[in-house]
């Protein structure tokens, strides 16, 4: 004989649910540990050279902030990631092209993923000049991140966009500048 008592599979779902979140939560946690670890270790040999003004180490010390959690900094992040950006660094401009959309979470944490859905902003007008000037320098991908924008912006924002690429290179480029924070 069995038991088929329906709220007895429902609390077991749940049980079930509410472990894998926690386990899952705790896992990201500790893989989000690890990337800040990893991230942050070389900043110190690589502010230098970016100070210096070597364009791929603005550019991998932008990285190294970006961009949600414990000990990363996205004004810092994009701090570096402007001052490479208009050296003509492509990976740099690809990544100001996607933190102006709002992906400024690099994790597969479920928190960050979350707190990213609820919390990032966009500004697909600066979003689109960044990814086009990238694009333009030969980024593959960035081209691909301008084709989904390109679909999602009005005549309104396209306007915009090409008034904001037209200040090159006074672009806005760092956080505060865009949102005005």
Known sequence: ?????????????LATLLVTVLVSGCV?????S???AVKAAPRAEL??????GDAEAQYELGKSYCCMGPGFDTQKATKWLCRAARQENGEAMLE???????????????GQKLLRAFSAKEAKPVAYVWLTRASNNGHEKAQEWLDTLTTR??????????????????????YNQVFGE
Do not use: Q
């Open 1 to 13: 004989m069995t038991n088929s008592n329906p709220t007895h599979d429902f609390g077991s779902i």
């Open 153 to 174: 912006m009005t005549e309104e924002d396209l306007r915009r966009a090409e008034v904001i690429d037209d200040k090159w290179p006074n672009v806005p480029c760092e």
């Open 34 to 36: 690890t990337t800040y």
């Open 96 to 110: 100001l092209g996607r933190i102006y959309l709002g992906d400024v979470s690099r994790t597969a944490a479920p």
């Open 28 to 32: 990201g946690a500790a893989v989000n």
């Open 47 to 52: 502010e230098p050279l970016a100070e210096a």
